[in-house]
């Protein structure tokens, strides 16, 4: 017994997409440094031993850029994928199930890098 004002209230834009596309924009532009150096430190720790290895990442700027980095790839990733998910699945039902185990996934993930990364570093 809605009136058709009352039932399409709150289905339409929620006003967060244009925040949502500037925060995947300045993820992806904050990546790109990071990236760039991520991959030549890696290349810089190919051949060398474990304990070498472990003892860059104990370097407390290392730590912090390898900690930024993975937070920002977590972060842009579940970005995407609610764009993907929003995009595609088409129950709400499903697409709320996936949003969120998405969400959680993602979450679990960059906190065990993280962790893995800070335990390295504080060893």
Known sequence: MKNPL???KG???????SH???LQRVTALALV???VWFMFSIVGQVGKDLETVRTWIAQPHVAVLLVL???LMFYHG???MQVIIDDYVHRSGLR?????VTRVVLLVSGFAG???VLRIALS
């Not at 289905?11 to 997409?17: K, P, T, V, W």
């Not at 709320?96 to 969120?100: A, F, N």
Request: aromatic fraction near 10%; charge should be positive; charged fraction near 10%.
């Open 20 to 22: 949502h596309w500037w």
């Open 96 to 100: 709320l199930c996936c949003l969120r």
């Open 114 to 116: 993280a962790f893995a």
């Open 33 to 35: 440094p990071l990236v």
């Open 78 to 80: 579940q970005l995407g």
């Open 69 to 71: 980095s993975l937070s």
């Open 6 to 8: 009352a039932r399409v």
């Open 11 to 17: 289905s339409g834009a929620s006003g967060e997409g």
